[in-house]
T-cell receptor, first 119, second 115 residues
Framework: GAGVSQSPRYKVAKRGQDVALRCDPI?????LFWYQQALGQGPEFLTY????????KSGLPSDRFFAERPEGSVSTLKIQRTQQEDSAVYLC?????????????????FGAGSRLTVL | GQQLNQSPQSMFIQEGEDVSMNCTSS?????WLWYKQDPGEGPVLLIA?????ELTSNGRLTAQFGITRKDSFLNISASIPSDVGIYFC???????????????FGQGTILTVHP
């Protein structure tokens, strides 16, 4: 597609439920990032994929958070046993290259995000 | 947690006025970026800066990469109502031994423009 697509756009979960958030990056993009954005804050890094390989998961808050990108395209962020503090917007972003931002050709394109509310 | 200090937190201005916001960090970044986020949307890149001292313009927007690599500012000239939104600075480091970098975002500046 033309942009990064995320679904669902809105998710309400009861505390303790498991949720899965999907990201469809721009076709052919090698790099994929997940960020978490709490209300009134800037996004915070969660994890990074280069194709199907998860190269960095240092930002995942706990072992309840799990991300995968099995075929190097679509990615899923799964949160198990959701807690109220998990309420946030989860942003996915992709870029065409494995190389970091050294030129305008490799800038990140963000999706609109999935807003998770845990009651 | 976040390392960037972005100011001001919010601004209320009249249409036609100029706006300035800045970010400072205790750490050095390889790249500085400025994003705008509208409600219900993801951040959209406005300007990217790749070299210390670099001054870059994009229409009415001008941004600079501080010479110390620890700060950056964004100026918007002759503001218009559609400039309303949240502006974020972001710094990127290229991690040693890797070819990728992750972004650290500031807390955002909420801009309101009165017609």
């Amino acid at each position: 597609g033309a942009g990064v697509s995320q679904s669902p756009r809105y998710k309400v979960a009861k505390r303790g439920q498991d949720v899965a958030l999907r990201c469809d990056p721009i076709s052919g993009h090698v790099s994929l990032f997940w960020y978490q954005q709490a209300l009134g804050q800037g996004p915070e890094f969660l994890t990074y994929f280069q194709n199907e390989a998860q190269l960095d998961k240092s930002g995942l808050p706990s072992d309840r958070f799990f991300a995968e990108r099995p075929e190097g395209s679509v990615s899923t962020l799964k949160i198990q046993r959701t807690q109220q503090e998990d309420s946030a917007v989860y942003l996915c972003a992709s870029s065409p290259s494995r190389l970091a931002g050294t030129s305008g050709a490799n800038v990140l394109t963000f999706g609109a995000g999935s807003r998770l509310t845990v009651l | 947690g976040q390392q960037l200090n972005q100011s001001p937190q919010s601004m209320f201005i009249q249409e036609g006025e100029d706006v300035s916001m800045n970010c400072t960090s205790s750490s050095i970044f390889n790249t500085w970026l400025w994003y705008k986020q509208d409600p219900g949307e993801g951040p959209v890149l406005l300007i990217a800066l790749y070299k210390a001292g670099e001054l870059t313009s994009n229409g009415r927007l001008t941004a600079q990469f501080g010479i110390t690599r620890k700060d950056s500012f964004l100026n918007i000239s002759a503001s218009i109502p559609s400039d309303v939104g949240i502006y974020f600075c972001a710094g990127q480091v290229i991690l040693v031994g890797t070819s990728y970098g992750k972004l650290t975002f500031g807390q955002g500046t909420i801009l309101t423009v009165h017609p």
